[in-house]
């Protein structure tokens, strides 16, 4: 079964991301509120893949992202960006990090798992 | 009630989450409010209460759609969009504001 790390500091994002991870695709879900939690999750639980907020406080995704790269238990995990933000500047910005994918928020409960699956090439 | 589907499943809990995080909408909504209240008030908005408006948009415009409310991830953008800009409010931004304001909690009582 498919796990999933979902690192965002609002409850209500994590909440219905794993809401629809788990009831829609059927995967494991582990959560964690800001990226230097997120980061010891990803060690410890080594998720499938990692959906990370670009926006928190502390911690942004693009650094949380940068720590996740530097650390050899977790640089091979997948991760996917989610953001609100929609304009084309940001999205270049954030597609230039080097992860899989940027999603975007407000995102389909319902095929949020469909997207996150085409990107990491899940076909199971 | 059985529940058939894993989406008819999600939908449930979807309405379910939405009255749970109603105080947190209400709440950004009422930091919207009194920022909008202030420009109007006083021709004028100080920089750290635009800033946090323009957070607390920036975060209906994330979830709002997501609980089906797209109008109202679209109104929160662009109020979003108005508050991040550099230079002062202008009246007539202020305005536009508060007509998408008006419009974004209609949106949300229906």
Same mark, same amino acid.
């Given at each position: 079964?498919?796990k999933?790390?979902i ?5 209500d ?7 629809s ?10 959560t964690?509120h ?16 990692i ?5 928190m406080p502390e911690?942004d995704g693009?650094t949380t992202f940068?720590n996740?790269?530097?650390?050899p238990?977790t640089?091979?995990i997948?991760v996917?960006?989610?953001?609100a ?5 940001d999205?270049r910005r ?5 992860v899989?994918a940027?999603?975007f928020?407000p ?15 899940w076909?199971? | 009630?059985t +529940?058939s589907?894993p !989406? /008819?499943?999600t *939908?449930?809990l =979807?309405?379910v989450l939405w009255?749970r995080?109603?105080?947190v ?12 209240n ?5 021709g004028?908005l100080?920089p750290? +209460?635009?800033?946090? !408006? /323009?957070?607390v *948009?920036h975060? =209906?415009a994330?979830?709002?759609g997501?609980f ?6 679209d109104?929160a953008?662009l ?9 002062p409010l202008t009246?007539?931004e202020?305005?536009?504001?508060? !007509? ?7 949106v949300l009582?229906?």
């Amino acid at each position: 079964m498919r796990k999933v790390l979902i690192i965002d500091d609002e409850d209500d994002i994590r909440e219905v991301a794993a809401l629809s991870l788990e009831a829609v695709a059927g995967w494991t879900v582990v959560t964690a509120h800001c990226g230097a939690e997120g980061i010891r999750v990803a060690a410890a639980e080594k998720p499938d893949a990692i959906l990370l907020d670009v926006m928190m406080p502390e911690m942004d995704g693009p650094t949380t992202f940068k720590n996740l790269q530097a650390n050899p238990e977790t640089s091979h995990i997948p991760v996917l960006l989610l953001t609100a933000k929609v304009q084309g500047v940001d999205q270049r910005r954030f597609a230039s990090l080097g992860v899989k994918a940027v999603l975007f928020k407000p995102f389909d409960p319902l095929t949020l798992s469909e997207e996150m699956a085409a990107v990491l090439g899940w076909t199971d | 009630m059985t +529940i058939s589907t894993p !989406a /008819a499943k999600t *939908a449930q809990l =979807l309405a379910v989450l939405w009255e749970r995080n109603l105080p947190v909408v209400e709440e950004r909504l009422a930091i919207l409010e009194s920022a909008i209240n202030a420009l109007m008030a006083t021709g004028e908005l100080a920089p750290e +209460i635009q800033v946090d !408006a /323009a957070n607390v *948009a920036h975060k =209906l415009a994330g979830t709002l759609g997501m609980f089906g409310y797209p109008r109202g991830t679209d109104l929160a953008r662009l109020i979003e969009e108005v508050l991040e800009l550099p230079d002062p409010l202008t009246p007539a931004e202020g305005q536009q504001l508060q !007509a998408w304001f008006v419009e974004l909690k209609a949106v949300l009582s229906k």
